[in-house]
């Protein structure tokens, strides 16, 4: 089973066989891109973000322009090796946004990140850095296989409360899944990355412990491609 020997491909021991998983799935799992070290070191530094110091505790955007570790994190020689690859060129950084998802967090809806950032299909991808280890019952992934061959799908607006620790625009809509795909539970261990193709349907599950899952995002985009800025993230192409 494909989803199966997924698990078990790392870019660094079997770079053709996981880019084509990669292209199959619209997702790959790398472990070890983080040292533990690295990962305490990311979350230290958040608590003296500005979402931190104000207790609201919602998703901080662009981190990196607060602190220069978040850059530094994006700039990561393995993140940017992989990326390379995935979106067939040379890699811009595009987004930071760190997650604290503190205990009763509400999950992020299931969505495809090219809704937000409107760029030309196979030339955006995302890196969803696990600072902690992640799993279902933890606000963990949920994503579907094979899904980014649709393209953009179809989106319904929701009306639910807001929740002040998720990102704002987390809940106003959900992508509308064909029958055909089913979801996927994924567990991502500390400093491993979930690398996200841009129109892959995914989400993330509320977070039911009682301990924070600290999650690092960077998004990145092929040198020269176009993209929405983006009126909350204002977005802009980063020299790594």
Known sequence: MLKEKAKTLSFFTDPEEALASYHELGYHIEENIFTPEECEQLIAASRDLENAKSETYRPQMMPHRQNEIYLTAMRHPKLVAIMNKL??????????????????????????????????????????????????????????????????????????????????????????????????????????????HGHVVHGSNPNKTNEWRYVLLNTYIRQGESFRPGNYAQREAIEL
Request: with cysteine.
């Open 87 to 196: 979106v067939d060129g040379k890699a811009m950084g595009l987004q930071t946004e760190f997650f604290y998802c503190k205990p009763g967090t509400r999950g992020f809806s299931l969505h495809q990140d090219n809704f937000f950032v409107q760029a030309p299909y196979g030339v955006f991808a995302s890196a969803w850095v696990a600072l902690t280890d992640t799993y279902p019952e933890k606000g963990g992934l949920i994503a579907y296989p094979g899904s980014h061959k649709e393209g953009l799908l179809p989106v319904r607006k929701l009306e639910l409360a807001k929740d002040a620790a998720q990102d704002p625009n987390a809940n106003n809509e959900e992508t509308v899944v064909p029958e055909k795909y089913q979801p996927i539970n994924a567990v991502v261990p500390r400093g491993a990355a979930f690398f996200i």
